[in-house]
């Protein structure tokens, strides 16, 4: 069914095309609400006739669900506005927003539902349940299941948070209708009354559900690191070209799906020809936007690769950084001649949930390479100019977020 729903009403195949995003998004929002409005009617009808709290609490649910359909509908029409003079990079991030909000009418039927089951486990009714009862609330559990496969298909395939919530909601919506039907069965074959019970369960998953999805949303609006397997792929496809011999400062922005932009530093030859190093700076900038649909902004870092006692200090630098902490890194590495005196020069990237002191890094460095002037695998004497790499942490300290 899902399949069929696509190819009647999506021809286009690019899912990273924000208009592709938008269609899928509309769809699959168009989708719920047809099938929740269908579902909220029918429960309402039979819990109504049954005197049963949980199957109109089910029926309220599903309304809620049509709202939440409607809302990411909104959301994913605005997100597909071109840009404009106020919003240079458009307004992809109106998903997040609209995904925020199916989360929080997930929490406000959560919340709700808890209240009614309170009151009615203090105040039980036994249901009226018959056979028909029983076999709409057994399609309607089917109903949502498929509706929650047909939500995650979606959302996998354009990564949406937005329709990853009604995903949830849907999934959630099964388990309480599930539940509802187990307290219809006992009610008709016991006489007993656990419907106030059975509502009490399903209020703690949707909050439980609920709580779970607004973490991940707002994670997402607050900023959060970028998918590492994401910062690979990039590492990988920029090493590809000729005249690159590392990158490092990668920063991911995300604007929204689909719409990242990325900025790091490429180390190309100092004495390379710097017209012919921009000409490929440009062409990655272009692949890098083709590959994975996001700008990318390369800053030049000139470093010495033909000079082979400067690669071996490098290498023999990094690996003194990789027995002090396996977690450390260098860059931008510079060497001068001092004649008996070696001084290296470069950024030392430490992680930047930690503290750390340089002039113990500095000491620890410099012990260490006494060590192997001793053992005559160094002749001269080391210099270390090194800089803690945590731009960023220090930004922070200076605008006061962070201690």
Request: with cysteine.
């Amino acid at each position: 069914m899902t399949n069929l729903l696509i190819k009647l009403f999506i021809k286009e195949k690019d899912v990273n095309n924000p208009e592709t995003r938008g269609k899928y998004g509309i769809l699959s929002s168009a989708t719920g609400i047809v099938v929740n409005i269908l579902l909220s009617i029918v429960k309402m009808v039979i819990g109504v006739i049954a005197n049963s709290i949980s199957i109109i609490s089910d029926a309220l649910n599903n309304i809620t669900d049509v709202g939440s359909s409607v809302v990411t509908m909104i959301g994913f029409k605005i997100s597909q506005k071109k840009i404009d003079k106020d919003h240079p990079w458009g307004h992809g991030r109106m998903e997040y927003i609209t995904a925020f909000i199916v989360d929080i009418i997930i929490l406000m039927v959560g919340f709700e539902l808890l209240k009614s089951s309170i009151d009615k486990i203090i105040h039980p009714d036994l249901p009226a349940v018959n056979n028909v009862t029983i076999i709409i609330l057994v399609i309607a559990v089917l109903t949502k299941l498929w509706l929650f496969l047909f939500y995650k298909k979606i959302a996998k395939m354009i990564d949406s948070n937005a329709i990853k919530g009604n995903a949830y909601d849907s999934i959630s919506d099964s388990i309480s209708t599930l539940v509802v039907l187990i307290s219809a069965v006992v009610a008709k074959l016991c006489g007993v009354s656990i419907d106030g019970y059975a509502s009490l369960i399903v209020s703690v998953f949707i909050l439980f559900t609920g709580y779970k999805a607004i973490k991940e949303t707002v994670d997402l609006l607050l900023g959060m690191k970028p998918d590492p397997e994401i910062i690979k792929d990039i590492e990988d496809e920029a090493k590809k070209y000729e005249m690159i011999s590392g990158i490092h400062d990668i920063m991911v922005h995300d604007y929204g799906p689909g719409r990242k932009i990325v900025s790091f530093h490429a180390e190309v030859p100092a004495d390379g020809d710097i017209c012919k190093v921009h000409d490929i700076i440009d062409q990655m900038e272009q692949d890098l936007f083709e590959k994975f649909n996001c700008i990318t902004t390369i800053h030049m870092d000139p470093i010495v690769v033909d000079n082979k006692e400067i690669n071996d200090m490098r290498d023999f630098t990094e690996k003194i950084v990789k027995e002090l902490n396996s977690e450390f890194s260098i860059h931008d590495f510079r060497m001068t001649d001092g004649g008996k005196r070696v001084n290296l020069i470069f950024d030392l990237v430490v992680p930047r949930d930690k503290e750390y002191d340089k002039e113990e890094i500095i000491k620890n460095y410099e012990k260490y390479s006494k060590e192997k002037i001793d053992t005559n695998e160094l002749d001269r004497n080391i210099g270390i100019w090194g800089n803690i790499d945590q731009s960023y942490i220090n930004y922070m300290r200076k605008i006061g977020i962070y201690k």
